[in-house]
């Protein structure tokens, strides 16, 4: 049972252009949501997050935006750079400390 | 200065052999995770700790024995190990293990079973 899911393994974008990841989820109680970025044989870190009483976050080129009745999430880079290549993991938790990961969107942005 | 380590950052073993990873924070966090990439890139926890006591174990074999000498240390012992746990593990640990606490990985260890 995926309960979170990020349907486009890839995505491919110009530097200085908007790259826009996308994340859904099934279960209604996740309360908090965080984006994790990962580098080749490194782990993940955190980047950006938000809790389900907010819609938006915004730090620095970084927003994520939430449609809870939609449950769905997205985070938006602008402008993207080419340091932003990375394999950009979405993650729910609904119990203290548990995270339900997505299976990541891998970025690559072109110079 | 890493935060979180883990070794060996390679281990390639046969089946049937018993092995472990270690995991160090020097974060001073209460909670520690052990998580299972597998070929599929899925995150999946396994074992969270706070404190030295277990708080979260999911469904995981229990040829899977994490242990916790002190709230800096978890490590994972894997028995008689199977084609199947061949995987890039992960730890991690956090604050206190809050729903908002950002959780700090370490570099990930990758388990190849032949």
């Known amino acids: 049972d995926q309960q979170v899911k990020q349907n486009s393994p890839s995505l491919s974008v110009q530097e200085g252009r908007i790259s826009i990841l996308n994340c859904d989820y099934t279960?209604?109680?996740?309360?908090?949501f965080l984006w994790y970025k990962k580098y080749p044989a490194e782990g993940p870190t955190f980047l950006i997050s938000?809790?389900?009483?907010?819609d938006k976050n915004e730090d620095g080129r970084f927003t994520v935006f939430l449609n809870k009745s939609a449950k769905h999430l997205s985070l938006h880079i602008v402008p993207s750079q080419p340091g932003d290549s990375a394999v950009y993991f979405c993650?729910?938790?609904?119990?203290?400390?548990?995270?339900?990961f997505g299976d990541g969107t891998t970025l690559t942005v072109k110079p | 200065d890493t935060a979180v380590s883990q070794t060996p950052k390679y281990l390639v073993t046969q089946m049937g052999n018993d092995k472990s990873i270690k995991c160090e924070q020097n974060l001073g966090h209460d909670t520690m995770y052990w998580y299972k990439q597998d070929s599929k890139k899925f995150l999946k926890i396994m074992f969270s700790?706070?404190?030295?006591?277990?708080?979260i174990n999911e469904t995981v074999p229990n040829r899977f024995s994490p242990k916790s000498p002190d709230k800096a240390h978890l490590n994972l012992h894997i028995n008689s190990l199977e084609l199947g746990d061949s995987a890039v593990y992960f730890c991690?640990?956090?604050?206190?293990?809050?729903?908002?606490?950002?959780?700090?990985f370490g570099p990930g260890t990758r388990l190849t079973v032949l």
């Open positions: 279960n209604s109680m996740f309360d908090y």
């Open positions: 991690a640990s956090s604050l206190r293990g809050l729903l908002a606490d950002t959780q700090y």
């Open positions: 993650a729910a938790a609904s119990d203290a400390g548990k995270s339900t």
């Open positions: 700790y706070n404190n030295k006591e277990l708080i």
């Open positions: 938000i809790s389900s009483i907010k």
